[in-house]
């Protein structure tokens, strides 16, 4: 396996009581997914996209975290999937959807 350049963690909200929380609810598995096919579908290799338990941070979720970055990105929707994305490529933040 080769190191990634950068790795997406989007909120699955999972919790060790097993409850779910706001992040599930609101699709967030579905941007996994999104996140995942627009990453291969524009040919970053370099980007690995994974799911995390809950973030704490639930009324901003969607979450959605990059790293190395260090990037916190809050009410994410694909379309806003699509701006973190072009992002990365030009190597800038998607500023407007920053958890600050």
Not at 49 to 57: F, I
């Amino acid at each position: 396996m080769t190191k990634p350049t950068h790795h997406i963690f989007v909120c699955g909200s999972f919790r060790a009581t097993g409850a779910q929380g706001v992040c599930h609810k609101k699709e967030s598995s579905a941007l996994l997914q999104y996140f995942t096919q627009e990453a291969a579908d524009r040919g970053l290799d370099g980007v690995m996209v994974s799911s995390t338990g809950c973030l704490k941070v639930c009324d901003h979720g969607p979450v959605v975290v990059i790293y190395p970055q260090n990037t916190w990105y809050k009410g994410v929707t694909e379309a806003v999937a699509d701006e973190i994305l072009d992002a990365l490529e030009n190597n800038t933040v998607a500023a407007e959807h920053v958890l600050a």
